[in-house]
């Protein structure tokens, strides 16, 4: 479904990304796991284009970008089939939830607004907020503005949703209540990356770890081989101060 191959992408001449290879099945789940400032981020960015690589290759579904070479047609369409959950979720603050789920329906994928509001209605009980459709991101914590983040990312074509630190800004009580929408996702094997520091959540719900480190995956595998039986030391010690806190 998703595959990266040497994917680079440096800010004012410095490496952030060097040579990050993966690839993702569809239906699994991927977590991307490493210290701040290593480029996690930069490289969910790098998927839709919101940031663009230097160079690389992204395959997503049938289509096959060269970063290089990226025109604004592949751009257009890598977006349509990703979407993206953000760490401090980015919902329109003068629409309604109903409005912010319904919105890329209606100016991306050009549904008709009753389809639209039909569907919105549907993806907010899911995540359990049907009793909150009429409200504004302003009336509702943060862990059900982050609900509404992923209902709106639910919404579209996408065939990979991409969540960022999908539970790093909020309270502490509040992380529960999203982190069981992504399970619920996971357990219907949509496929998803994630980049977060849950490092528990993240062994029970991915298929496969990546480690990331100075610009490379520097660690690979299944959260078996990522929590118990990795050889590297760093990837050792960097779970266990993340699972410490
Ligand atoms: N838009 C940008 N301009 C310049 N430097 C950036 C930009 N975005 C990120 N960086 C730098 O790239 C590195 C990786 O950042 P980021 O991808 O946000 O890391 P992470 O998500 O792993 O914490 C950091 O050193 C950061 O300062
Ligand atoms: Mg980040």
Not at 218 to 231: H, K, N, Q, S
């Amino acid at each position: 479904m998703l595959e990266i191959s040497h994917l680079k992408k440096s800010y004012n001449g410095q490496p952030v990304l060097r040579d990050v290879n993966l690839t993702l099945a569809q239906g699994e789940v991927m977590a991307i796991i490493g210290p701040s400032g290593t480029g996690k981020s930069t490289l969910l960015r790098c998927v839709n284009f919101l940031e663009r690589p230097e160079s690389g290759t992204i395959a997503l579904d049938e289509l096959t970008v060269d970063a290089a070479r990226a025109t604004q047609a592949q751009i257009h369409a890598l977006r349509r089939r990703t979407a993206m959950v953000f760490q401090n979720y980015n919902l329109l603050r003068n629409l309604t939830a109903l409005e912010n789920v319904m919105e890329p329906m209606v100016t991306v994928q050009r549904l008709p607004r009753l389809q639209a509001r039909r569907r919105a209605l549907e993806l907010l009980d899911k995540v359990g907020l049907a009793d909150k459709a009429d409200f504004y991101p302003r009336r509702m914590s943060g862990g059900q503005q982050q609900r509404v983040g992923i209902a709106r990312a639910m919404g579209g074509d996408a065939k990979v949703i991409l969540l960022d630190e999908p539970t790093s800004s909020l309270d502490p009580e509040l992380i529960g209540e999203v982190l069981a929408v992504i399970r619920q996702l996971a357990e219907e094997h949509t496929t998803m990356v994630i980049v977060t520091h849950e490092m528990k959540f993240a062994r029970e719900v991915a298929d496969k770890m990546i480690f990331l480190e100075d610009g490379v995956a520097a660690g690979e595998g299944t959260p078996e081989e990522i929590f118990e039986r990795c050889g590297n030391e760093r990837i050792r010690r960097f779970v266990r101060r993340v699972m410490d806190q």
